[in-house]
């Protein structure tokens, strides 16, 4: 499953921006799905995850309120929706699936077979 990411950029504190993933072929909807973020020098950390219908959602602490994850399954697209960007948001994103459903289990990297190679969002302060 190749999944592209794009949309990384250079914004200010406090601006917006929304990063994709593709993923094309039919079977994206089959498949939940998760964005991860690696600082440099630390390993990847949960950000958020979907399941595959899209009701169901879970937020790493630092990002709750102010990250949306979404997906729109008739365009194969994973979105993350970022508002009220900080320096500290300053990384790079990935995308990843996988076949699991437990969103608890979703927070881990594990639970995922399928990755992006990641794009990156600068944050200005």
């Known amino acids: 499953v190749q999944l592209p990411a794009f949309g990384g950029g250079l914004v200010q504190a406090g601006g917006s921006l929304r990063v994709s993933c593709a993923a094309p072929?039919?079977?994206?909807?089959?498949?939940?799905m998760g964005w991860f973020r690696q600082f440099p020098g630390k390993e990847r950390e949960f950000v958020a995850a979907?399941?595959?219908?899209?009701?169901?959602?879970a937020y790493a602490d630092s990002v709750k309120g102010r990250f949306t994850i979404s997906r729109d399954n008739a365009k194969n697209t994973l979105y993350l929706q970022m508002n009220s960007l900080k320096p500290e948001d300053t990384a790079v994103y990935y995308c990843a699936a996988g076949y699991g459903a437990i969103l608890s289990e979703m927070r881990m990297r594990r639970a995922y077979e399928f990755w992006g190679q990641g794009t990156l969002v600068t944050v200005s302060s």
């Open positions: 072929g039919r079977t994206f909807s089959g498949y939940s």
């Open positions: 979907i399941r595959r219908s899209g009701g169901n959602t």
